[in-house]
């Protein structure tokens, strides 16, 4: 009996692994939005957009359409089926025309997302279907933009910067911590551009920094990008990429690996790469592709 009953459920984990999603990566290329196998291949282009961040399992990637040029700026919060590319586009949900940097909450229930209104850049939520916009936390001082936004693995709170220091909010954009980001890097710092993500335990954020170190580079401008991560709870920070790599826009593969960004000094365009925690075993994923994310 006790036999049987091992083969029946080794039986049952190997249908359930079987009929499982693959882990998918969702990232830019260009000005298009495109998804690919978490080993590089199967990449296809879905969708007119940048900064895609794809569900937990793997079905839908929200991102910002980007029209400019010649005609005013319009971004939007949009989805796309990573199936089928078919997108639905919020236009009269957000009361705003320049969003970006949708995020989806670990439950696939909501959307993060960064918004331009009142001559500053606020924090809003709204639910996968369009419905039930708000604002998670306003600029708390005129010019005073809330940057990097990610959630914590548990969906009940988020982290953000302002160039100053790192927040955690509750979802009614009540401050729980902070961090000062001059006492954690003298020498560095991050920008409106920069990334934030919360490793799967929660304990430990990665980061975009950008240091001050003189490393020139042809048809490059401003400081090299590091990628570092910062321990919330000793607030100890360590760098993972070293001086002359240029990394950036790191996600979490698991709690042992990160997904990140770098372009070499010879190289016209980024590339995805994947190393560990430590910093070690950098590997090329793709090439020409930038602002990944990962489904679970």
């Given at each position: 009996?006790?036999?049987?009953?091992?083969?029946?459920?080794a039986?049952?984990?190997?249908?359930?692994?079987?009929?499982?999603?693959?882990?998918?990566?969702?990232?830019e290329?260009?000005?298009?939005?495109?998804v690919?196998?978490?080993?590089?291949?199967?990449?296809?282009?879905?969708?007119?957009?940048?900064?895609?961040?794809?569900?937990?399992?793997?079905?839908?990637v929200?991102?910002?359409?980007?029209?400019?040029?010649?005609k005013?700026?319009?971004?939007?919060?949009?989805?796309?089926?990573?199936?089928?590319?078919?997108?639905?586009?919020?236009?009269?949900?957000?009361?705003?025309?320049?969003?970006?940097?949708?995020?989806?909450?670990?439950?696939?229930?909501?959307?993060?997302?960064?918004?331009?209104?009142?001559n500053?850049?606020?924090?809003?939520?709204?639910?996968?279907?369009g419905?039930?916009?708000?604002?998670?936390?306003?600029?708390?001082?005129?010019?005073?933009?809330?940057?990097?936004?990610?959630?914590?693995?548990?969906?009940?709170?988020?982290?953000?910067?302002?160039?100053?220091?790192?927040?955690q909010?509750?979802?009614?954009?009540?401050?729980l911590?902070?961090?000062?980001?001059?006492?954690?890097?003298?020498?560095?710092?991050?920008?409106?551009?920069?990334r934030?993500?919360?490793?799967?335990d929660?304990?430990t954020?990665?980061?975009?920094?950008?240091?001050?170190?003189?490393?020139?580079?042809?048809?490059?401008?401003?400081?090299?990008?590091?990628?570092?991560?910062?321990?919330?709870?000793?607030?100890k920070?360590?760098?993972?990429?070293?001086?002359?790599?240029?990394?950036?826009?790191?996600?979490?593969?698991?709690?042992?690996?990160?997904?990140?960004?770098?372009q070499?000094?010879?190289?016209?365009?980024?590339?995805?790469?994947?190393?560990?925690?430590q910093?070690e075993?950098?590997?090329?994923?793709?090439k020409?592709?930038?602002?990944?994310?990962?489904?679970?």
């Open positions: 009996m006790i036999r049987s009953l091992v083969t029946l459920a039986l049952l984990l190997l249908h359930a692994s079987l009929g499982a999603e693959p882990r998918r990566v969702a990232f290329r260009g000005s298009d939005v495109w690919a196998n978490l080993d590089g291949t199967g990449a296809k282009k879905i969708a007119r957009g940048t900064q895609p961040d794809i569900s937990s399992d793997g079905a839908r929200a991102f910002n359409t980007d029209t400019g040029g010649s005013a700026l319009d971004r939007r919060i949009a989805l796309a089926d990573a199936a089928t590319g078919k997108a639905t586009v919020f236009t009269k949900e957000i009361p705003s025309d320049n969003c970006q940097h949708a995020i989806w909450s670990p439950d696939g229930s909501q959307i993060l997302f960064n918004l331009y209104t009142e500053d850049w606020h924090l809003g939520l709204i639910n996968a279907d419905s039930g916009f708000r604002y998670l936390k306003k600029a708390p001082s005129k010019n005073s933009g809330l940057w990097s936004a990610c959630w914590a693995p548990d969906g009940r709170s988020v982290y953000v910067q302002d160039l100053d220091k790192i927040s909010l509750g979802l009614d954009g009540g401050e911590k902070t961090w000062d980001l001059h006492a954690l890097f003298p020498a560095a710092g991050l920008t409106s551009s920069s934030m993500a919360v490793s799967p929660g304990s954020l990665l980061l975009d920094v950008e240091v001050d170190e003189d490393v020139e580079r042809e048809d490059w401008d401003g400081p090299p990008p590091a990628i570092w991560t910062l321990d919330l709870a000793t607030t920070v360590t760098r993972l990429t070293p001086k002359g790599f240029f990394g950036w826009s790191g996600s979490w593969l698991s709690g042992e690996e990160i997904l990140f960004v770098s070499g000094d010879k190289e016209k365009q980024p590339s995805l790469y994947r190393m560990s925690r910093g075993n950098r590997k090329q994923l793709l020409n592709a930038s602002y990944p994310s990962v489904s679970q």
